[in-house]
């Protein structure tokens, strides 16, 4: 039997959303539980700027349903950017070494300091089943001229029993001679190989269109959108990920979905093409080409866009 496939959006707060998806005036202590109606899973993206407050953290527990995931990407310090000492909570900013440009300088102390803060908040999310992967998803600067993988592992280790989902953005950890070693080092540490469906160019900052199992009971996949000077240029998110997938490309990226649903036990696909509704009409679209129920339709204008 096939694992299954569950779909959402990276974020469910975009300004794009709100905007132009959820229905006009929708207070925003709403579009949670809207959101939830129509998708399983959603990716916290708020979190990669600050970890949320835990009293926040459990609302959005008690007004989802059962089964619902949220699949947490980490701090940005954590996924090796840079980082201001505003951005970590109050009680570690007195701890933190700074550069001369105020950047957070990232050792084994705050790295633990960081991830224990981090499930700290996150537990009535973990408490009530509803916690998916933690999304690591690291800068291109971490590429393997510089960088090994074993500097992911003591975070790794830190964060069990929580599997860690990690998206390499730098191409060279793919290469030919050097992917057989990727895939095994995420294997081996129990981490979670992240797919892309991403812009098709060769650029160093844009992963090939790879799929891999490194655990039996999860995989993951995020599309990008494929607007490559978007991507390489662009400065706001809209301009980067702003891509309206036709169904022939939805069809493309679902039977990848397949595919590794044939070897593990759940599959995550998440849009990130965050412009307007194109995130959520992509992937409720995708869900219907899946065979699932996307759930309680939208505004007419959204709801002719799903049809394709």
Known sequence: MSGRIVVGTSSWADPGFVAEWYPRGMPARERLGWYAERFEAVELNSSFYAIPDERTVARWGEITPDGFRFDVKLHRLLSRHSAQVDSLPPDLRERARTTSRGRVVLDGELEAALADATLAALEPLSGAGKLGPLLLQLSPAFGPRDHRLDELASLVERLVPHPVAIELRNRNWAGEQRLEDTLRWLSEHGAVWVGVDAPPAEHFTIMPPIDAATRDDLAY?????????????????????????????????????????????????????????????AARRMRILLGQDPGPPVDAAGAQLEMG
């Open 221 to 281: 996949l995020r599309a990008h959108g494929r607007n490559v000077e978007g991507y390489l240029h662009g400065k706001s998110v809209a301009e980067r990920f702003g891509w309206r997938y036709s169904d022939e490309e939805l069809q493309e990226i679902g039977g990848r979905a397949r595919g590794l649903a044939e070897e593990v036990d759940e599959v995550h696909v998440m849009f990130n093409n965050n412009r307007g509704m194109d995130a959520p009409v």
